[in-house]
Nanobody, 127 residues
Framework: QVQLVESGGGLVQAGGSLRLSCGASGLTFKRYALGWFRQAPGKEREIVAR??????????YYSDSVKGRFTASGDDDKNSLYLEMNGLKPEDTAVYYC??????????????????WGQGTPVTVSS
């Protein structure tokens, strides 16, 4: 059974940085697509970033809203996923979730593509 545990959320001022971590167990890291989603109050859950090892090279996807500010990475030795968030904006305020799915070559950018989720870690960016 896949288990995901996020940490690293908190309160930060606009322009600041946070690093989220996600410890994963019960999976073979590079056989899974691993994603970060977020959900703000009253809004739908949306993709932030996705790492996939299918194909000949690592493939990292970022949503347009975070591209250039956030960096996703994975460490298969530690079975951990990370999200480095810089230049945070108040609109980045949300609960951030780590997620995983066995990689069958899908895009893995919508929540429906995933079947394992962490409990979420809240990020609040003050203006």
């Amino acid at each position: 059974q896949v288990q995901l545990v996020e940490s690293g959320g908190g309160l930060v001022q606009a322009g600041g940085s946070l690093r989220l971590s996600c410890g994963a167990s019960g999976l073979t890291f590079k056989r899974y697509a691993l994603g970060w989603f977020r959900q703000a109050p009253g809004k739908e859950r949306e993709i932030v970033a996705r790492i996939s090892w299918s194909g000949s090279a690592n493939n990292i996807y970022y949503s347009d809203s975070v591209k250039g500010r956030f960096t996703a990475s994975g460490d298969d030795d530690k079975n951990s996923l990370y999200l480095e968030m810089n230049g945070l904006k108040p609109e980045d305020t949300a609960v951030y979730y780590c997620t995983a799915a066995a990689d069958y070559g899908l895009a893995y950018i919508i929540p429906h593509d995933y079947d394992s989720w962490g409990q979420g870690t809240p990020v609040t960016v003050s203006s």
